[in-house]
Structure formats: C-alpha cells, structure tokens
C-alpha cells in the first residue's frame, strides 16, 4: 500500500489565543503558522507527493497551499479528516474547559466522551471521530494505491485529536490511551497501512531535535492532561488546540 504523510495545521490564531475552534469558521494560521506552511516544502524536499487531502477546516487549507503548489496539485476536500465536532465547546477557553466535569472524562476515558450540542455547533463522540477520520484515511489511502502504485507517497492535511486517533489505530493503542500521544502544530507522521498490519514509520516529526520545554509554573506539578485539539506545541505555554 502506499505511504500516508500525516500533516498537522500550522499554528492558528486559536492556538496563540488558547481558545479551542473546532469547526469554528474563519480561524486562520498566525504569522508563525504561515511559516511553518511554508517550510513544510523544504522539510519534505523531493518527497514524491502524488496526492494531497485535507480537511475543509481554513487552517488546514492554508497549511497545504504551499505543498499544493510545489507539487502541481489540487488538494482532495474530505470531511472525515475535519476537526472533531466539540459542540458547546467550541470558541471556549482551555483554561475554562478543564473546570468541566467532561475533562477527566475526555483525558482518562475519552472512548466514552461526546462533546454536547451547543446553540450553533453540533457535538460528537471522540470515538465517532477517530472512526471516520481511520475510514477517510484507509479510504483515501486505497484510492492513491489502486491509482498510483503500491510505493505511492500522499499526504492529509488535518488536527491535532484528529491524528492522534489515526495514529492510535495504525500501532493497535485503545482510544482511552490516544492522549500518551502528542501532535505539534506543522509535525509530520507517517503510516504505512501494508497487506497485513499498519506500520508507524515516523511521528510528531518537526524538523528538528531541539527540546525547548515550556517555562515553570512556581511549585505547581507538571499535568499529565493533553491539549485537548492539539496544543499550539511543546515550545508554547498555550494549551488550546
């Protein structure tokens, strides 16, 4: 089967604002973010990129603008890579959200969270979620072998709860494990789904090995709790995705 480039969004304006978007129309990559867009070209030099999809959310489409047009593409729109649906959620603060009693649920045992419907946004299970984004991803992935050969490279463009649920499924990890998983904004992975088993070839890939942990906060413990959405990435003290 062909090989799968797993892309997260670059930074967004949400992220910087700690603010979780969702499907939140109009939330677009921060000067950062733009750069890290851009870099993505490079990173993957003479990577042989026959296909690229990507969620319908803004911040993906613009994260894949500059890999669409070094590689001569136009990108594939397919909702099952689209952000996971947080309802009343939407727009809100992380810093707000873990006050809510669906938190722990969300971080321990997140197979069993549903986010609520809000006024304007619907909500979804995270286990609906990680279902249609593996479908969309083996779907896609299929296409690409059956078109373009069994050593094909193509990419998606998609979010942080996102990929880490398809990266979940490709090394056989349960939901209620997804959040030991972390996705930095522009990282890459990849996954080869081969006749018999998926295979995890890289993940969380940013382009380099430098460390550069988030400042202390006084005597407070580090948390253990994952960046609902993503995070804007380790290097940030913004915890929204």
């Not at 321990?108 to 279902?131: L, N, Q, Y």
């Not at 990419?155 to 996102?162: E, K, L, N, P, Y």
Request: charged letters at 20%; one cysteine or more; proline letters at 6%.
């Amino acid at each position: 089967m062909a090989y799968c480039i797993l892309i997260r969004h670059g930074r967004s304006t949400a992220n910087t604002q700690g603010v979780l978007a969702g499907w939140t129309e109009g939330v677009a990559l921060d000067e950062t973010g733009r750069e890290q867009a851009e870099r993505l070209v490079t990173r993957l030099g003479e990577t042989p990129v026959v296909h690229l999809a990507t969620s319908p959310l803004q911040r993906c489409r613009e994260t894949a603008d500059p890999l669409l047009a070094a590689h001569g593409l136009t990108a594939q729109v397919h909702e099952g890579l689209g952000e996971c649906r947080y309802g009343s959620w939407t727009g809100r603060a992380l810093k707000d959200l873990v006050d809510e009693p669906l938190w722990r649920v969300v971080q321990d045992r997140p197979s069993e969270a549903t986010f609520p419907d809000g006024e304007t946004h619907a909500g979804e299970s995270i286990a609906a979620m990680a279902a249609r984004a593996v479908a969309a991803v083996r779907e896609i992935d299929a296409a690409v072998t059956a078109e373009h050969g069994e050593h094909a490279v193509w990419a998606a463009v998609s979010h942080g709860d996102v990929i880490k649920a398809i990266l979940a499924e490709a090394v056989a990890t349960p939901l209620d494990d997804f959040q030991r998983l972390h996705v930095d904004p522009a990282s890459i992975s990849v996954v080869r789904y081969t006749s018999t088993r998926p295979m995890l070839l890289r993940s969380n890939d940013t382009g380099s090995s430098v460390l550069t942990p988030p400042p202390p906060k006084g005597d407070t413990p580090a948390s253990g709790d994952a960046a609902v959405g993503g995070g804007a990435g380790l290097g940030s003290t913004s915890v929204s995705g």
